[in-house]
């Protein structure tokens, strides 16, 4: 037996920011503030509005407002405990499990979102659709639609809950990462989110859209520029936006609209402070304040919601992101890309060079690496794991939960360059390639190995 030390643990699958890029220094100063004045640190440590944080609502309307180009208005917005939390709200408010016939998820999809929709009484009816260059293909996921409609008939009109005047049932949920999207980077056309919303309108869904990478991208050649300056495809329109351009629906009296922003500050100040947004119309953002657990609980993360209302009044969460996190993002998926091409396209394995089709641009966390010549990713990822101390996220993880035959993703990988230091990734990718070499070189001594070692366990607690 070898006494040889295993290398440095290296994970490329945590799909969280460095501690590096925690504005520890922003928040403290900012909580100071809020706890200097009795003005501010009463409300924001009393319960708050069912709504929200005020203040909050009101400089991330602004903000919002300067990002997007549209006219800014807090009361389409609702703060939340972040977007899990709030994708949690929209369930339990808008959703019910005899009337709600299927939860649409774009494959390969955030694997995590699948247990919150199980939570809410979807178990076995999480539907897989996949993507293309431009991102959701409309036309797979219209058909399935109809299929589902015309096989259940009006079997399932009858509801368990009763939504009241400030909610509504949606007969379909549709859940995708229009930007940036978590696993695969890509980056949903404009005549796609159109199109999306379209279908949605026809179907009575709801578009649940986590814009959570919105305001984390860069061009991939040449310098940062403020997001006063970034070219049209880095500010692409959310979805609400488009929903709420079309003007209110015939068949929607009361205003909800049919896709919601969630949004989150936990890629833009740290995940612990655990408060985020949605963002649709008014009525919507309303409906989803009346959740049970946030009127009997007051707003989630009012304290939070406070400093970060500071940083956003400031301006220093704007210039935090500007001069810190988005360059630091930028240098990272440069460093990977590089060392990707050095040792992994040599051995034809495939990666998405930009987010969005025929733009020069990417952001977010992850790379989506294609593996060709019928390699299987989860025997790269299993012997990575195991004797290059390596962890890679295999395409099976990004499968809809219940779904999984509808869409394979055997010969992909997904790699995360926000957590591991700068030389760690390098390195992390150059192991990669001893192990794809490896497996080419020996691929069902490499298979056999799997199947008697693998742990199916073993990645479950990764993000």
């Known amino acids: 037996?070898?006494?040889?030390?295993?290398?440095?643990?290296?994970?490329?699958?945590?799909?969280?920011?460095?501690?590096?890029?925690?504005?520890?220094?922003?928040?403290?100063?900012?909580?100071?503030?809020?706890?200097?004045?009795?003005?501010?640190?009463?409300?924001?440590?009393?319960?708050?509005p069912d709504p929200g944080y005020q203040p909050l609502r009101e400089a991330l309307a602004q903000w919002l407002g300067?990002?997007?180009?549209?006219?800014?208005?807090?009361?389409?917005?609702?703060?939340?405990?972040?977007?899990?939390?709030?994708?949690?709200?929209?369930?339990?408010?808008?959703?019910?499990?005899?009337?709600?016939?299927?939860?649409w998820m774009i494959a390969p999809c955030y694997h995590l979102a699948c247990d919150i929709f199980k939570d809410s009484g979807f178990e076995g009816r999480l539907r897989a659709f996949p993507e293309d260059e431009e991102g959701v293909d409309l036309d797979a996921l219209e058909e399935s639609i109809r299929k589902l409609e015309a096989e259940q008939g009006e079997a399932h009109d009858a509801a368990y809950k009763i939504p009241g005047k400030f909610r509504k049932h949606y007969r379909h949920v549709i859940y995708v990462v229009p930007t940036c999207a978590n696993p695969s980077g890509k980056t949903m056309s404009l005549a796609r989110r159109t199109g999306l919303v379209k279908l949605a309108r026809k179907y009575n869904a709801l578009v649940v859209c986590d814009d959570v990478y919105d305001c984390l991208q860069w061009p991939m050649s040449g310098d940062l520029t403020p997001p006063s300056e970034w070219p049209?495809?880095?500010?692409?329109?959310?979805?609400?936006?488009?929903?709420?351009?079309m003007g209110q629906a015939k068949d929607d009296p009361r205003g909800f609209g049919y896709a919601v922003s969630n949004g989150s500050f936990s890629k833009l100040v740290g995940p612990g402070i655990r408060t985020g947004w949605v963002e649709g119309s008014p009525a919507f953002a309303y409906g989803v304040a009346q959740t049970g657990s946030t009127k009997s609980g007051g707003s989630p993360s009012q304290f939070c919601a406070a400093m970060v209302a500071q940083l956003i009044s400031s301006g220093e969460l704007e210039d935090y992101l500007e001069k810190i996190v988005r360059p630091a993002l930028q240098k990272r998926h440069k460093l990977m890309m590089d060392a990707i091409y050095k040792h992994l396209t040599p051995l034809d394995v495939a990666v998405r060079e930009s987010g969005l089709l025929g733009a020069k641009v990417y952001?977010?966390?992850?790379?989506?690496?294609?593996l060709r010549g019928g390699i299987s990713a989860r025997v790269v990822a299993d012997k990575a794991l195991?004797?290059?101390?390596?962890?890679?996220?295999?395409?099976?993880?990004?499968?809809?939960?219940?779904?999984?035959?509808?869409?394979?993703?055997?010969?992909?990988?997904?790699?995360?360059?926000?957590?591991?230091?700068?030389?760690?990734?390098?390195?992390?990718?150059?192991?990669?390639?001893?192990?794809?070499?490896?497996?080419?070189?020996?691929?069902?001594?490499?298979?056999?190995?799997?199947?008697?070692?693998?742990?199916?366990?073993?990645?479950?607690?990764?993000?």
């Open 363 to 370: 952001g977010g966390y992850f790379v989506w690496l294609t």
């Open 232 to 245: 049209a495809e880095m500010k692409l329109p959310r979805l609400c936006d488009i929903d709420l351009a």
């Open 1 to 48: 037996m070898s006494s040889q030390a295993p290398p440095k643990l290296i994970n490329l699958v945590r799909g969280w920011p460095a501690p590096s890029l925690l504005a520890s220094e922003l928040l403290s100063s900012a909580a100071q503030r809020v706890l200097s004045d009795p003005t501010v640190f009463v409300p924001a440590l009393q319960y708050g």
């Open 386 to 463: 195991r004797e290059e101390n390596l962890i890679v996220g295999s395409g099976d993880m990004f499968q809809v939960h219940g779904d999984e035959e509808r869409l394979n993703f055997d010969s992909a990988i997904r790699l995360t360059y926000s957590w591991e230091p700068e030389e760690d990734i390098v390195e992390g990718v150059r192991r990669l390639g001893d192990v794809i070499r490896q497996v080419k070189e020996n691929p069902a001594d490499s298979q056999q190995t799997a199947r008697d070692e693998r742990d199916d366990d073993g990645l479950k607690n990764f993000k």
């Open 66 to 103: 300067r990002h997007y180009g549209v006219k800014p208005d807090p009361e389409r917005l609702c703060i939340s405990g972040g977007a899990s939390q709030n994708l949690a709200c929209i369930l339990q408010s808008f959703t019910d499990p005899a009337y709600t016939r299927a939860i």
